[in-house]
């Protein structure tokens, strides 16, 4: 089994930053790829961003490219979600997934399949 945990949420105003951290635990041999989804208030849980735990390639949903960027530290069993430019519709609960055999450029493909491992969640919240 593998455990995630989600650090570096907070409040920010418009316009700042923050950095999310990842830190997985216990089988983390079994990581494919893993990623960051988010779920506002009243809404869906929603993909943010995923990243290939061999090669490193980024992927992003569209409502965060050039804003957002997802790291891994394979030495660590990190990830980090760097988030600039923030903006009100980025608050939500952003939680960390790991998935043992989907690719990460299907992270954010819907399946009725969920990802075989998540954290507790992060709040993050931007005032405007």
């Known amino acids: 089994q593998v455990q995630l945990v989600e650090s570096g949420g907070g409040l920010v105003q418009a316009g700042g930053s923050l950095r999310l951290s990842c830190a997985a635990s216990?089988?983390?041999?079994?990581?494919?790829?893993m990623g960051w989804f988010r779920q506002a208030p009243g809404k869906e849980r929603e993909f943010v961003a995923a990243?290939?735990?061999?090669?490193?390639?980024?992927y992003y949903a569209d409502s965060v490219k050039g804003r957002f960027t997802i790291s891994r530290d394979n030495a660590k069993n990190t990830v980090v979600l760097q988030m600039n430019s923030l903006k009100p519709e980025d608050t939500a609960v952003y939680y960390c997934?790991?998935?043992?055999?989907?690719?990460?450029?299907?992270?954010?493909?819907?399946?009725?399949?969920?990802?075989?491992?998540w954290g507790q969640g992060t709040q993050v919240t931007v005032a405007s």
């Open positions: 990243i290939s735990w061999s090669d490193g390639i980024p």
């Open positions: 997934a790991g998935d043992k055999y989907r690719a990460a450029q299907n992270m954010g493909v819907p399946s009725p399949k969920s990802h075989d491992y």
């Open positions: 216990g089988r983390t041999f079994t990581i494919n790829a």
